[in-house]
Nanobody, 116 residues
Framework: QVQLVESGGGLVQAGGSLRLSCAASGSIFSINAMGWYRQLPGKQRDLVAHITKGGTTNYADSVKGRFTISRDNAKNTVYLQMNSLKPEDTAVYYC??????????WGQGTQVTVFS
């Protein structure tokens, strides 16, 4: 099992920035890719950004050019730098670890609220 702990969420004015962090522990050798998803109440969880162990990234169209995902393999941590935030970015953000076995583990989520 992999444990994921997110931090860095909060309240920010539109146009501002936040940096989310996700620290992995446990069976970290089983982690392949990592990513960030977000979810609004009553809505499905949507991919925001994804990064492989080799550093290949993928972003949702809505965040391209504004968000940057990065990964520090030595610290077993993935980051999401969010710039030029918009009210529509408001959501609970979840970190995920994709395992070589095909499963996935999730963090507990961190709230991001952007006000105009």
């Amino acid at each position: 099992q992999v444990q994921l702990v997110e931090s860095g969420g909060g309240l920010v004015q539109a146009g501002g920035s936040l940096r989310l962090s996700c620290a992995a522990s446990g069976s970290i050798f089983s982690i392949n890719a990592m990513g960030w998803y977000r979810q609004l109440p009553g809505k499905q969880r949507d991919l925001v950004a994804h990064i492989t162990k080799g550093g290949t990234t993928n972003y949702a169209d809505s965040v391209k050019g504004r968000f940057t995902i990065s990964r520090d393999n030595a610290k077993n941590t993935v980051y999401l730098q969010m710039n030029s935030l918009k009210p529509e970015d408001t959501a609970v953000y979840y970190c995920t670890a994709d395992l070589y076995s095909g499963g996935a583990n999730w963090g507990q989520g961190t709230q991001v609220t952007v006000f105009s």
